[in-house]
């Protein structure tokens, strides 16, 4: 069992597995991390309250507040099958900001430097920040899900796509989170974090096929939106939950192809932050 002291509390993860060598031993120091994250949850229920009621309201008043100004005279059109993969694309990215609102705390308040003092993997402090991001991401797909059926959001395909759709999402989410948590290194504060990311996020959810057609956007950012990753990412996602009803696909490859490429974007993002992040963190001292 392994006990981590940060200011004055005390951790425990009570499904720590025996480790018996250094893979072992990585995969044992991601999971007491991981639980200690999500401890931190449990003692902040406001959080995860939170959590839970804001993708509840975007569902709610994107689908009542929209739905009857778009799509207007098209029959065909079913806005609330268009929306709901827009919305659960748009909450999973920005439930990434988590890890770096995260980190960025732990570097002020000394946690990070008091993680480099015990004998575990370094890497470890930075999969299981992900890793419970994942978790909290998963909870908030699973309410956004609910309140979609709710509301007559029904998926048109079968379980085993619609599960491939929920999937892909977490992928992408999964890695957009070690892109969050490298900027949480990066920035001077934990309140700057918010600030730094909405630049980021912001564009790359508003300008993409999320809310209206992109062919419906000023003619710049239709090219934007149907080479945008996160276009592809909700585009693939429709495909995946049998919700492309009313559209056409522009003839653009990512759009296309927007599971290859969500999944290559994902993949990518992986390749290239992971190292970058843990690179980051061995080379960062608390504030």
Do not use: C, H
């Given at each position: ?5 940060a ?8 499904l720590?597995?025996?480790?018996t ?8 120091d991601?999971?007491t991390?991981t639980w200690?994250?999500?401890s931190?949850?449990k003692?902040?229920?406001d959080?995860?309250v939170f959590?839970?009621l804001?993708p ?5 008043l994107f689908?009542q507040v929209?739905?009857?100004?778009i ?9 609330t ?21 995260a980190?960025?705390?732990d570097?002020?308040?000394?946690l990070?430097?008091r993680?480099?003092?015990l004998?575990?993997?370094p890497s470890?402090?930075l999969v ?6 994942l ?10 899900i609910l309140t979609?059926?709710a509301i007559?959001w029904?998926?048109e395909s ?9 999937v ?6 999964y ?11 990066m920035v001077?504060?934990?309140e700057t974090?918010?600030?730094a990311?909405f630049?980021i996020l ?10 209206v ?6 003619r710049?950012?239709?090219?934007f939106a149907?080479?945008n990753p996160?276009s592809?990412l909700i585009q693939?996602?429709?495909e995946l939950?049998g919700?492309?009803?009313g559209?056409i ?11 290859i ?11 290239i932050f992971?190292p970058?992040?843990i690179?980051?963190?061995a080379?960062?001292s608390?504030?």
């Open positions: 069992m392994t006990t981590i002291d200011q004055k509390t005390t951790v425990e993860g009570p720590q597995p025996e480790v060598g250094p893979v072992a031993t990585w995969f044992a991601g999971w991390v200690r994250n999500l931190k949850v003692r902040s229920p959080v995860l959590a839970i804001q509840i309201m975007f569902v709610l689908s929209f739905g009857g100004a799509g207007g005279g098209n029959a065909d059109f079913d806005y099958n268009f929306l709901m993969a827009g919305i659960f694309a748009q909450t999973v990215v920005f439930g990434s900001t988590f890890s770096g609102a980190m960025a705390q570097l002020k308040e000394g990070i430097d993680f480099r003092t004998p575990m993997n470890a402090v299981g920040r992900t890793n419970s991001d978790v909290l991401n998963t909870l908030s797909m699973i309410i956004m979609g059926f007559g029904r998926f079968g379980f085993l796509s619609f599960f491939g759709g929920v892909l999402l977490m992928l992408f989410s890695s957009f989170s070690w892109v969050m948590a490298l900027l949480g290194m001077k504060s934990p974090i918010n600030n990311s630049m912001f564009p790359i959810t508003f300008i993409s096929n999320a809310f057609p992109a062919e419906s956007l000023p710049v950012l239709e090219v149907n080479w996160v592809a693939g996602a429709r939950f919700n492309t009803g559209t696909a522009a003839d653009t490859w990512p759009m296309q192809n927007p599971i490429t969500a999944v290559a974007g994902s993949l990518v993002l992986l390749i992971v970058l992040a690179k980051k963190f080379n960062t608390s504030r």
